[in-house]
């Protein structure tokens, strides 16, 4: 069992930076994979970017590319998402993710441990 709380969101202007946080609790975090997902309003919730047990497997949707960096602190049980060069259309709420398992999945149905969500607002 797995419990996540995001932490970071907050209202920027175009090509701002934020960096979100995700602390978990519970056992073996290190053996779970993370994932940073986003849902805006009225729009089906979107893989972000992922990544794997020990940071060897890392993943991005194209449209966050160059601009996003996920990282992970398996000794402090904490996961990050740096964006930078925000624009408008990234504008959502922004959950973590964790899963079970060595694969890093972009489908929300594959992880079970979900945060609450924190909401990020970028304005131009």
């Known amino acids: 069992q797995v419990q996540l709380v995001e932490s970071g969101g907050g209202s920027v202007q175009a090509g701002g930076s934020l960096r979100l946080s995700c602390a978990a609790s519970?056992?073996?975090?290190?053996?779970?994979?993370m994932g940073w997902f986003r849902q805006a309003p009225g729009k089906e919730r979107e893989y972000v970017a992922g990544?794997?047990?020990?940071?060897?497997?890392?993943y991005y949707r194209d449209s966050v590319k160059g601009r996003f960096t996920i990282s992970r602190d398996n000794a402090k049980n904490m996961v990050y998402l740096q964006m930078n060069s925000l624009k408008p259309e990234d504008t959502a709420v922004y959950y973590c993710?964790?899963?079970?398992?060595?694969?890093?999945?972009?489908?929300?149905?594959?992880?079970?441990?979900w945060g609450q969500g924190t909401q990020v607002t970028v304005s131009s």
């Open positions: 993710a964790a899963r079970a398992g060595a694969v890093v999945y972009n489908i929300p149905s594959e992880y079970a441990y």
């Open positions: 990544i794997g047990w020990n940071n060897n497997s890392i």
């Open positions: 519970g056992r073996s975090f290190s053996t779970y994979t």
